[in-house]
């Protein structure tokens, strides 16, 4: 077991990067200082990074409660990109390598969780950014960024087939859409609806579908009907249609809830059959009041699930080599970063923004 670097010690590099100064300044162009290879670390040229509704929700301190943001902020956890240092140690990666990393750069490795394979459920982890860093002090800084320096074990292998743009959403929201299914069981065959057709949503419908389900989809937005089969729904309920919601209710095995903002919960759980399970990925930034009853008739229960482990997560990567499975993109340069903000807030992205890092290289940083 490595000892963690504590202090100043380690020599640092500068590479260019996007960062907002407060919860209300838009991102702009900064130069931020990152660690050079320690003995088990990877360098990555970051080619593509996905923007997550957690970056936003961090960006503006919506999580001020849960976790605090520090400024200056650089979001980015859905990265993708190809090695362009190793350290001594490293034994998975080469200079060349396609590369990927998720919402995690660290944990202890002793923990129960870790020792499971679930260093997202760790106490010590190391998100990607706006958490503390062991080997820097300050906060880490995540994904808007020309490079990034990751321990090896926290970077995972991107199939070769598969379109980058597309690849990065992955690493957050595929991974978050894939475990909680796979882990709920065998799915083939069952009645499963995806709430809310965003980034993490139509993620989900795509491995539901992938996994054999019976997927109806639950939206807010009329104009995401045609999308949402073409995606591969077989159903789409337009939520605010009593009559589209009250045909299924009490008829679902499994519900992921996706949905970014507070709503009612339990018009969902009420979909659910005797039995079936509703899990939370969405985090809004305020509590959700359920009913006590929705819950007991029907024995139905209410889950949480947060991201994926690292070898969940290869995992995962790999079934997406394997069945030719990507997100849904709208490659952005990074000078559009706050207009995707602003879109993101409406519900108004198909379905996710992906930006190439490669605009980055014009900006005049100091
Ligand atoms: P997103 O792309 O903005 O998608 C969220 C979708 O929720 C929207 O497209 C919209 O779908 C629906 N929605 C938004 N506001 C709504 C409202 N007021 N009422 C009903 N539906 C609403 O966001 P995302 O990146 O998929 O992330 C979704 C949530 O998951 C965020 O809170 C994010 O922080 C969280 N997250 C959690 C994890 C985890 O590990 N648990 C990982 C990543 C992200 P329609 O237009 O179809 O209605
Ligand atoms: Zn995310």
Redesign the pocket.
């Known amino acids: 077991m490595k000892k963690p670097q504590t202090g100043n010690t380690a020599s640092l590099y500068k590479t260019k990067a996007y960062s907002a100064a407060s919860e209300t300044s838009p991102l702009a162009a900064t130069s931020i200082s990152r660690r050079e290879t320690t003995d088990n670390d990877v360098q990555i040229e970051i080619l593509f990074c996905g923007i997550?509704?957690?970056d936003l929700?961090t960006v503006r301190n919506e999580w001020s409660s849960i976790m605090p943001t520090v400024y200056p902020c650089v979001p980015g956890h859905e990265i993708v990109g190809r090695v362009t240092k190793i350290g001594s140690a490293v034994k998975k990666f080469k200079p060349g390598d396609l590369a990927g990393v998720g919402c995690l750069v660290d944990s202890d490795h002793t923990c129960p969780n870790c020792r499971d394979g679930l260093e997202q459920l760790c106490p010590n982890q190391t998100l990607t950014f706006n958490s503390l860093d062991k080997h820097l002090g300050g906060v880490t800084y995540g994904g808007y960024s020309e490079s990034i320096v990751v321990d090896e074990h926290f970077v995972l292998h991107v199939p070769a087939n598969l379109n980058l743009a597309g690849v990065a959403p992955l690493l957050?929201?595929g991974i978050?859409t894939y475990s909680p299914m796979r882990r709920w069981g065998d799915i083939k065959g069952k009645k499963v609806g995806v709430v809310?057709?965003?980034?993490?949503?139509h993620m989900g419908v795509k491995f539901a579908r992938a996994f054999g389900a019976q997927v109806v989809v639950f939206?807010?937005?009329e104009n995401?009907r045609q999308d949402a089969l073409r995606l591969g729904a077989n159903e789409v309920v337009v939520s605010s249609k009593p009559g589209e919601m009250q045909k299924h209710a009490g008829s679902f095995d499994f519900i992921l809830d996706?949905?970014?903002?507070v709503?009612d919960i339990n018009a969902y759980i009420n979909m659910l059959g005797r039995d079936g399970n509703i899990t939370l990925?969405?985090?809004?930034e305020k509590p959700l009041s359920v009913s006590a009853f929705a819950l007991l008739l029907g024995r139905r229960s209410l889950s949480g699930?947060?991201?994926g482990g690292i070898a969940e997560t290869q995992e995962m990567l790999d079934f997406c080599g394997k069945h030719d499975i990507t997100a849904d993109v709208e490659v952005i340069p990074i000078q559009k970063v706050n207009e995707a903000y602003e879109r993101?807030v409406k519900?108004d992205?198909k379905y996710?923004f992906s930006i190439d890092m490669a605009s980055l290289k014009s900006e005049q940083t100091a």
């Open positions: 997550c509704h957690s929700h957050c929201a978050t809310g057709l965003g980034g993490l949503g939206t807010t937005s995401k996706t949905i970014a903002a709503h990925v969405g985090a809004p699930s947060l991201i993101l519900s992205v996710r």
